[in-house]
């Protein structure tokens, strides 16, 4: 069999690639644009990027730095490393060494190379972010979901990952817990961490801190699962979140000592892939990492935007009948349709895609069903991403209010217009 094309001979797909479709995320970011491009107004809460400006501080260092053209070393420049150490040591209390941070394009790039080097199960709550399981499918690692349930805030349990892992106690795993969450925006409280920590600890599981959104906590109060599992949790984070910058490409992982093996793995690995990431990026980021009174403020008034938009989205949905716990940090909300399912049913609607589809067809409101984020199709839910706004206007104007002053309404209706039109027409949809 021939390729017409070139004439060169067809082969297969690797059966782990075969079938998975593009990114749900990118996928619906392009749905939008082509949308967009017919005439029709499209609401973008699909795409879960941050829709603030890189901090000036940052912008200018890169400007600083745009003749950086040589390759830095695999792990990550120096100065970087350091400078992520010192973040997490100074924000958490977590002090590790520059030698135990690995940077790469990408948190997401990391976490492939994780799964890549470690033999491991990877057990992830449902709902998860879409990208960890197609990952782990691509690489051929068998994933176990960790059922979740609303009542419980979509987080995993420790009494529910200890009967994961008490039939083979001795199995390699990685668990990944993402808070700040994707799709939720809800966070784990210290006693839940502590508690899921102990497990993690009891089996000697990897796990890894999805921590991106972190900083993104809307009470600035982010606390860090590796404060109670130090020798086995790989803390990631970036700059794509809370620093605005996912264009960029910008990933940190930082290892304890006891897993500096699996980062030197990581390497070898990222030394025959990527070679190393951007380094005009890689000298900005260190500005980015060290912080100061500039970032500080930048991302206080970003927390108070996205606290007061999510409250007032979450507020909206509940008058509509349509069950969504209140948001604790990032720009997400995952709301339950279930309590309206007669009404949709009489529309047709008997599953979160086609949810998804013909809200976008009746509104042009885009949001993704709930089963890409690992849960069952026939269940009515989906994630939104209140992010389709003009950011820096808004951050502009969150500046110039007083100190004491709140985002109210006033504010959300001149600056955040788009995200509270979506809301209402979803409402309208429903009722």
Not at 135 to 164: C, K, M, S, Y
Not at 351 to 377: C, H, M, W, Y
Request: glycine share 6%; charged share 20%.
């Amino acid at each position: 069999m021939k390729n017409s094309k070139n004439n060169l001979p067809a082969v297969n797909l690797n059966l782990n690639v075969r079938g998975l479709p593009v990114s749900a995320t990118l996928a619906i970011n392009e749905k939008c644009a082509s949308i967009k491009k017919s005439g029709r107004r499209v609401f973008r809460l699909g795409l879960g990027q941050s829709p603030f400006p890189v901090p000036a501080p940052v912008v200018n260092t890169l400007k600083e730095n745009a003749h950086q053209k040589d390759y830095l070393p695999v792990k990550g420049l120096l100065q970087l490393r350091e400078a992520v150490a010192d973040y997490h040591c100074r924000t958490h209390g977590i002090c590790r060494d520059p030698n135990d941070v690995l940077i790469g394009p990408g948190s997401k790039e990391l976490m492939f190379l994780l799964q890549l080097v470690y033999y491991g199960d990877l057990l992830i709550p449902t709902p998860s972010w879409v990208s960890y399981a197609p990952q782990a499918h691509i690489i051929g690692r068998h994933v176990r979901w960790i059922p979740t349930t609303e009542e419980n805030r979509w987080h995993i349990t420790a009494e529910d990952l200890d009967e994961f892992c008490r039939d083979d106690p001795d199995k390699p795993r990685i668990v990944i817990l993402n808070y700040p969450s994707n799709p939720s925006g809800a966070t784990y409280s210290l006693d839940e961490l502590r508690k899921v920590a102990a497990i993690a600890k009891k089996y000697k599981l990897i796990l890894l801190s999805d921590e991106i959104y972190g900083e993104l906590h809307h009470k600035g109060k982010h606390i860090s699962i590796s404060r109670f599992y130090p020798d086995g949790t790989i803390i990631s984070s970036g700059l794509s979140k809370w620093c605005g910058a996912g264009g960029w490409r910008l990933g940190t992982f930082t290892f304890p000592s006891s897993l500096r093996w699996l980062m030197d793995a990581m390497a070898v690995v990222a030394s025959e892939t990527f070679t190393a990431t951007c380094a005009p990026i890689q000298y900005a980021a260190v500005r980015a990492f060290k912080g100061g009174k500039q970032i500080e403020d930048y991302l206080w008034n970003c927390r108070r935007i996205l606290k007061a938009l999510g409250n007032s989205f979450h507020e909206k949905l509940i008058s509509a009948s349509i069950s969504v716990i209140i948001p604790d940090g990032a720009f997400y909300l995952f709301p339950n349709f279930t309590p309206i399912s007669r009404k949709l049913k009489d529309r047709g609607i008997t599953n979160s895609f086609q949810l998804a589809d013909k809200l976008l067809e009746d509104t042009g409101v885009a949001i993704l069903p709930g089963s890409v984020f690992g849960r069952p199709k026939e269940e009515l839910t989906a994630r939104l991403a209140y992010v389709d706004f003009d950011g820096a206007r808004a951050l502009s104007a969150a500046e110039h209010l007083n100190s004491g002053s709140q985002i109210n309404a006033d504010f959300l209706e001149t600056y955040c217009n788009n995200i509270l039109t979506a809301a209402d027409l979803i409402v309208d949809w429903v009722q």
